[in-house]
């Protein structure tokens, strides 16, 4: 079945939603009894209320995680036997396709084909991946002498807490459940207040698939009260992290405060998308800049919020780039012809539509939208926004919007157009277009980012390793490179 087959408004009427936290193989209510609203962006109405837990939740899961861990089923089961639960969880996922697009959608205005054919597919696709890598990967043998033999051998962590965000809510916590579980750790997942519904969904999935209970709990819950339970725990030894910078801060803090536990920061980004003057093929460019920073209505961690562009090619590519913000019209995310859906919150809303007066006050031009649209949905929509003759040092510049907000700064060569891309505290992603294969091997080298991409934007794969430079974070998501963040080395010595 292809979404545009489908009546997902009639099929939405129909969807059961659980709103309990999952701790030790059962759903549960927070201990205090508290809930909180989950919103429907498109709407601005409540669809459910979800648990609200806090550290005493915490310590249930956090209790239930170690019982699993010290138990072994799960963490001293054969690889092999982890993988054939995860593929079975893979599939599960795959088999609730439906019902999960129609939960995220719900949950945060995501276009109902992007969460069907994205979302959801690539959430399964990862747990896949890792379930697939985990019996194929190896220990060592250090080079000892005759009379010993040196294994050095990957350790699971033991309890591992997932606190990720709202922009891609089951596929961040996949990037994390897939190389956590496949290495034998239990998680406690924690997804973000304002995404909660697919994350508490797919704990039974897990169950269902045969992942031992108290290996996966699902803790629904604020930043504030279960997060940082979760980050001050003194039994919890890792934390994956993907969130805003200012919050992955606070869980360094948290970590010095209580066990040094491993962090993993996956945090935000100013991308630099690069249009240099030999580019040949401005309108693939111009396409590029656009889905760069218009997908997930610019809700994305490495969007790519600032164009850099050469002035002698600046005003034929922003033509086109307007063109193609003026065509992206926000609509119905349960549509499956809307590309453009809600953002997130009225609170992200007035985050955004802020920047731009903050725009216009600093002196830049706006090109194109800048409003508010589709008012009487009730919903959070916003039109696809340009803004040109900005500088390297204005807020909009600088501070990531995470919404459509295009920032454009025009720059004279190569060696200015890094050095602006570079003039960023962020460090996560980076674009460059240009026909000249010298011009593309010295950026992707002089950009300080951890993914940069030459002639396309925002490509990917589990092959390869994702996460930022500077304070977009440490560690990295995805690839057999994940695995460092849920394990630990141990040296092995047996004389003989
Ligand atoms: P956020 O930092 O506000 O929240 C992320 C998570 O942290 C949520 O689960 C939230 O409940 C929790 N949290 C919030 N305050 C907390 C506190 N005081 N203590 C403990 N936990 C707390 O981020 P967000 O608004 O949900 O997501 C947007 C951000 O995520 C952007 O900055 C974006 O760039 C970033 N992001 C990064 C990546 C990446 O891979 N680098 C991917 C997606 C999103």
Redesign the pocket.
């Known amino acids: 079945m292809t979404p545009d087959l489908i009546n997902w408004h009639e099929r939405s009427q129909s969807l059961r939603i659980e709103t309990r936290a999952y701790i030790d193989g059962a759903y549960v209510d927070a201990l205090s009894g508290q809930t909180f609203e989950c919103i429907n962006p498109a709407t601005g109405l409540p669809i459910a209320s979800i648990a609200s837990c806090d550290a005493a939740d915490v310590e249930r899961a956090v209790k239930s995680a170690r019982r699993a861990f010290e138990g072994g089923d799960w963490s001293r089961a054969a690889p092999l036997e982890r993988k054939k639960v995860l593929q079975r969880f893979s599939t599960l996922i795959l088999e609730h396709r439906e019902e999960l697009a129609l939960l995220e959608s719900l949950n945060v205005g995501k276009p109902i084909t992007n969460a069907f054919n994205g979302d959801i597919a690539s959430s399964a696709a990862t747990i896949q991946w890792y379930a697939e890598a985990i019996d194929k990967v190896y220990g060592e043998v250090a080079q000892s002498g005759h009379d010993m033999t040196t294994m050095v051998i990957r350790e699971a962590l033991g309890v591992v807490a997932a ?6 809510p089951l596929s ?1 916590a996949c990037w994390k459940l897939g190389p956590a579980l496949a290495t034998g750790n239990s998680v406690i997942l ?5 995404s909660p519904l697919t994350a508490i969904r797919i704990a039974s999935l897990a169950t269902e698939a045969g992942i031992p209970k108290g290996v996966l709990n699902v803790l629904p819950g ?3 009260t ?3 339970a ?2 001050l725990h003194m039994d919890v030894d890792a934390v994956a ?8 801060k ?2 360094m803090q ?1 970590a010095g405060q209580s066990n040094i536990k491993r962090v993993g920061l ?4 100013k991308s630099p998308h690069i249009v240099l003057a030999d580019c040949q093929d401005l309108d693939a460019a111009a396409r590029s800049v656009a889905a760069g920073i218009f997908s997930n209505a610019g ?4 969007a790519g919020s600032r164009l850099i562009v050469d002035k002698s090619v600046s005003k034929a590519l922003l033509d086109r780039v307007v063109e193609h913000a003026a065509n992206l019209k926000p609509g119905d995310p349960l549509d499956p012809a809307t590309r453009l859906g809600a953002i997130v919150s009225q609170r992200q809303l007035s985050t955004v539509m802020s920047y731009v007066q903050t725009g216009q006050a600093e002196g830049a031009r706006l090109l194109a939208g800048g409003e508010r649209a589709l008012q009487e949905s009730g919903g959070y929509f916003m039109s696809p926004t340009v803004f040109a003759d900005v500088s390297r040092d204005m807020r909009i510049a600088q501070e ?1 919007i ?1 919404g459509p907000v295009l920032s454009a700064i025009t720059v004279s060569g190569i060696d200015e157009a890094i050095e602006v891309a570079n003039a960023s505290n962020y460090g ?1 992603a980076a674009g460059v277009w240009t026909d000249n294969v010298k011009s593309a091997l010295h950026a992707s080298r002089m950009l300080r980012a951890g993914v940069v991409w030459v002639n396309c934007f925002d490509r990917g794969s589990m092959a390869a390793p ?3 430079f500077k304070q ?2 440490f560690g990295r ?1 995805k690839s057999l490179h994940a695995f460092d963040k849920y394990t630990d080395w141990k040296s092995i010595w047996m004389a003989h």
Do not use: H, I, R
């Not at 606190?163 to 891609?168: D, E």
């Not at 992290?241 to 992955?248: D, E, N, P």
């Not at 809700?299 to 490495?302: M, P, T």
């Open positions: 606190v990720v965000p709202w922009n891609y961040m924690k997804p973000a207040e304002q604020f930043g504030e279960a997060g940082k979760l980050g992290f993907t969130g805003s910078t200012a919050v992955g606070l869980f948290y996956e945090c935000g980004g809700q994305v961690c490495n990531e995470f996560l994702f996460g930022g977009s974070g998501d």
